[in-house]
């Protein structure tokens, strides 16, 4: 049986007087072991790109990384954001596979800062700060910091409870940002001790993706968190 491609949207960051596109090992790492073939995607340079792209791939993977500018959902926060902010063509970029992937109805699972992109896309909002602007007791960790272990709640009538099987599960969890106010048509799947909405998904077609905020290709060794991958895959195939 043929593998499915899992394309994965690049980290876009200037070094070295050029700019370079990468992936975290990781994110390999846990489509190879779901069954899929991982392969890091490139910023287009014409119109067409971003279909013919989808067009290519069976499944996508949005990974974590940096701040997304305030400007993008209306944030009057900017100065809380992290000093990495995320250059426009990879927001461009990632908005526009989302939106490719999601017309064809392929699988995609958004993680960390893909699914505060994917709340984005939907019409929703970012705390800039998770501990300047509520009053959380919870250690989300920090992006490019250190983990932290949590546990979170699986909604029962959810998508991530039908793959995951389980009303609570931990999670590794490294950002400084949350969703604040949830897009229009979304419902939350999973939410952590503090409230945070931890999982995402379409109200109307809940089976188009998986959006986390926890990062399960940190604990792909851990079978609840390779469900997720596997889903994918299995959805690609």
């Known amino acids: 049986m043929k593998k499915p491609v899992i394309g994965i949207n690049p980290y876009y960051f200037y070094y070295r007087d050029s700019f370079?596109?990468?992936?975290?090992?990781?994110y390999y790492c846990a489509i190879w072991n779901a069954g899929g073939i991982?392969?890091?995607l490139?910023?287009?340079?014409?119109?067409?790109?971003?279909?013919?792209t989808a067009a290519n791939i069976d499944g996508l993977i949005m990974v974590g990384g940096p701040d997304i500018p305030c400007g993008v959902y209306?944030?009057?926060n900017a100065g809380l954001l992290d000093e990495d902010v995320m250059r426009p063509e990879r927001e461009a970029f990632d908005r526009n596979m989302f939106l490719a992937?999601?017309?064809l109805h392929k699988p995609i699972i958004?993680?960390?800062?893909g699914i505060q992109h994917v709340n984005i896309i939907y019409g929703g909002t970012l705390y800039e700060d998770l501990k300047t602007l509520t009053k959380t007791t919870v250690d989300h960790g920090e992006f490019n910091g250190e983990i932290s272990y949590h546990n979170v709640e699986l909604k029962k009538n959810s998508l991530l409870y039908s793959i995951i099987g389980k009303s609570s599960i931990g999670v590794a969890s490294?950002?400084?940002?949350g969703i604040r106010d949830l897009g229009v048509g979304l419902s939350i799947?999973?939410?952590?001790?503090?409230?945070?909405?931890?999982?995402i998904e379409d109200a109307d077609r809940p089976d188009s993706f998986i959006a986390v905020q926890w990062h399960p290709e940190v604990m792909v060794g851990d079978k609840d968190q390779l469900k997720l991958f596997r889903w994918v895959c299995q959805r690609a195939a």
């Open 20 to 26: 370079w596109n990468a992936t975290r090992e990781k």
């Open 38 to 40: 991982p392969v890091t």
């Open 42 to 52: 490139h910023h287009p340079v014409g119109d067409g790109s971003i279909d013919e």
């Open 74 to 76: 209306r944030g009057k």
């Open 101 to 103: 992937m999601k017309r």
């Open 110 to 113: 958004s993680i960390c800062v």
């Open 174 to 177: 490294a950002h400084h940002q």
């Open 189 to 199: 799947s999973a939410v952590a001790p503090d409230g945070l909405p931890e999982g």
